[in-house]
Antibody, heavy 121, light 107 residues
Framework: EVQLVESGGVVVQPGGSLRLSCAAS????????MHWVRQAPGKGLEWVSL????????YYADSMKGRFTISRDNSKNSLYLQMNSLRTEDTAFYYC??????????????WGQGTLVTVSS | EIVMTQSPATLSVSPGERATLSCRAS??????LAWYQQKPGQAPRLLIY???TRATGIPARFSGSGSGTEFTLTISSLQSEDFAVYYC?????????FGQGTKLEIK
């Protein structure tokens, strides 16, 4: 059974930094692209970033470029999101999600339950 | 960035009836289009990928169609558990983008 468990969400002040983690199990982690998607409370979904199966390629939404860094450790079946220069508008649930295609880029077939990041003074 | 526009924003339908949700892309996304269902307090669930392929475990009453810029999600006979918010997503271009969602509510 595929499981994705996010952690690291806390309350942080504007301008602060935070690192989210996602522990994956139930599938061959290093075969799949992984994604982060966020959702502000009561709002819609916003794609944040992806990292290829081998970590060789990363992509970001424009509003996160230069502030967020996605990474992975295939030896630990773990995905990370380093978030710097946080703004109040970054307040959201952050979901880790698995790509449905092996060695490629596709839709998101499994999602974690999310971790809440609150940016507030 | 490709803008995904969903319509209507809210759709009121009676159980047992058919629901048709639309998604339009600001430029062609080929068939690289997915649909997700989200219920309150839950993570999204993949329903359809490749515009028309049902994900694992998704009932046959859910179907997707379209290509290019116009897409449709049809739920043939609404069950009580189908009332939720539905999102489309394109993964043809970077950045990947979601529509703003359609809330399907009980009439």
């Amino acid at each position: 059974e595929v499981q994705l468990v996010e952690s690291g969400g806390v309350v942080v002040q504007p301008g602060g930094s935070l690192r989210l983690s996602c522990a994956a199990s139930g599938f061959t982690f290093d075969d799949y692209t992984m994604h982060w998607v966020r959702q502000a409370p009561g709002k819609g979904l916003e794609w944040v970033s992806l990292i290829s199966w081998d970590g060789g390629a990363t992509y970001y939404a424009d509003s996160m470029k230069g502030r967020f860094t996605i990474s992975r450790d295939n030896s630990k079946n773990s995905l990370y999101l380093q978030m710097n220069s946080l703004r109040t508008e970054d307040t959201a649930f952050y979901y880790c999600a698995k790509d449905e295609r092996r060695y490629s880029y596709g839709a998101l077939d499994y999602w974690g339950q999310g971790t809440l990041v609150t940016v507030s003074s | 960035e490709i803008v995904m526009t969903q319509s209507p924003a809210t759709l009121s339908v009676s159980p047992g009836e058919r629901a048709t949700l639309s998604c339009r892309a600001s430029q062609s996304v080929s068939s690289n289009l997915a649909w997700y269902q989200q219920k309150p307090g839950q993570a999204p669930r993949l329903l359809i990928y490749g515009a028309s392929t049902r994900a694992t475990g998704i009932p046959a009453r859910f179907s997707g169609s379209g290509s290019g810029t116009e897409f449709t999600l049809t739920i043939s006979s609404l069950q009580s558990e189908d009332f939720a918010v539905y999102y489309c997503q394109q993964y043809n271009n970077w950045p990947q983008t979601f529509g703003q969602g359609t809330k399907l509510e009980i009439k």
